[in-house]
């Protein structure tokens, strides 16, 4: 794909997620269907009596709830682009952000505060699936709309909405990559660090990353990531080493921060050459180890338009409006206790080949920002 065709499908996927949303996707193993989407549902006298609680009548606050600050995404991304959107809507509207530093309690804690403060919607990217289905419940009993932001929370009614991408894409696009690097030699030896499994997310990843490799190649150590942590991905990563000998052909890893801690497991050991890495996030460490040949892939997925996604349905709730239709063109998916209104967006594969066709071309990251000293050499190698 060209520079300009990639910028402009961008562009298509920004302004219009319905296009996107209308292919049939599953999300952890939850059908989906084409239902109507309820959108808009809760109506302005909702709102306002949520939002008139404490602070300024009529200012409405839309709280963000983030999960974690180890993966750069969420207050280099997330937090900029949803609250330069939120202001372009509405320049009285207040953001209330906060970063629950992958403690549960602690985004329980921010999400009742939030609500104390007079949020009318709440935009939950939940730390754990179990404790943001409660934490859902008590909004919905203020009657206050729930958005859940990138990570789908099962087991409640108490979410309008869902944006995302498909994630079950993301695991596959990685184990296919994975595959393509090993040769789809059957006998190659791989080790799986999934994300975690109080993410839905983690989940979702590893079931589309076990559909691609499956039968293909030896999974020899699988483990799950609790947090996301790259700390505990390198822990497991050294077991892993130690009980295969060194003798690994192949990484899972279900982001770029697990990936660098396996890669950082695998140096210590003196493992060389690396043998291929798989990613997730685009990350700026990420894509200028993919530059020097020390990871073999990311997922791209462009935030920008996911946020925005995020913080248009947030305005509407938030201000009593009703949340144009178009947005989900009546996708939804089933979280297990009812079909929630969804926007998924669509990631890619990103490789050393496609870095300038994808990420570069996007803006996601600069060349200026890539190419620095330490990488010169690398990015004259790959053309950059
Ligand atoms: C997100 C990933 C992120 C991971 C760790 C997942 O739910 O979709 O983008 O790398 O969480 O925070």
Redesign the pocket.
Known sequence: MTTKAFSGRLAAWALSAFALSACSQQQGGAAEGDKGAAAGSKGAGDKGAAGDKGGKAGVAKIALLL??S??A??ESKDRPFFEAKVKALCPDCQVLASNANQDASQQQAQAEAALTNGASVLVL?AVDSASAAVIANKAKAQKVPVIAY??LVPGTDAIDYYV??D?EA?GRLQGESLLKALNNRPTARVVMIN??AT????LT?KKGAHSALDGKVQVVKEYDTPD?SPDKAQDQMTQALTALNNQVDGVYA????TAGGAIAAMKAAGIKPLPPVTG??AELAAVQRILVGEQYMTVY?AIKPQAEAAAVIAYHLATGKPVPTDLTGGKTVNNGTKDVPSVLLVPLAVTKENLKDTVIADAFWTQEQICTAQYAEACKSAGL
């Not at 993410?199 to 983690?202: A, E, W």
Request: glycine share 10%; no cysteine.
């Open positions: 999960p974690e180890k993966t995404r969420y990217d990138d990570r995302s991408f994630n993301v994300g975690a993410d839905n997310n983690g990843f996301w279900a982001n770029d921060g997730q996030d997925k």
